[in-house]
Nanobody, 115 residues
Framework: QVQLVESGGGLVQAGGSLRLSCAAS????????MGWYRQAPGKQRELVAR???????IYADSVKGRFTISRDNAKNTVYLQMNSLKPEDTAVYYCNRYPDYNAYWGQGTQVTVSS
């Protein structure tokens, strides 16, 4: 059983940066493609970025060039570096496998970007 715990969210002004972390329990973490997702109020959850076990990455158009996903398999941790944040990035951010697996959704971490 894998548990995922997100952290690093907060309140930041537009143009600022945050780094999110996702710590995973479970010895098979390293074989998964992992993703960062977000859900804004009144909107569906969306995939922001994903990274394969080998480190290949794909980003949503809305964050390309501003966000960077990375992973440290030795630490069972996935990161999301978010730069040049915009108010429209405000959401609860979650990590999960890609494709997502319902049992792995955690509490997420709130990111709020003020204008």
């Amino acid at each position: 059983q894998v548990q995922l715990v997100e952290s690093g969210g907060g309140l930041v002004q537009a143009g600022g940066s945050l780094r999110l972390s996702c710590a995973a329990s479970g010895s098979i973490f390293s074989i998964y493609t992992m993703g960062w997702y977000r859900q804004a109020p009144g909107k569906q959850r969306e995939l922001v970025a994903r990274i394969t076990s080998g480190g290949s990455t794909i980003y949503a158009d809305s964050v390309k060039g501003r966000f960077t996903i990375s992973r440290d398999n030795a630490k069972n941790t996935v990161y999301l570096q978010m730069n040049s944040l915009k108010p429209e990035d405000t959401a609860v951010y979650y990590c999960n496998r890609y494709p997502d697996y319902n049992a792995y959704w955690g509490q997420g971490t709130q990111v709020t970007v003020s204008s």
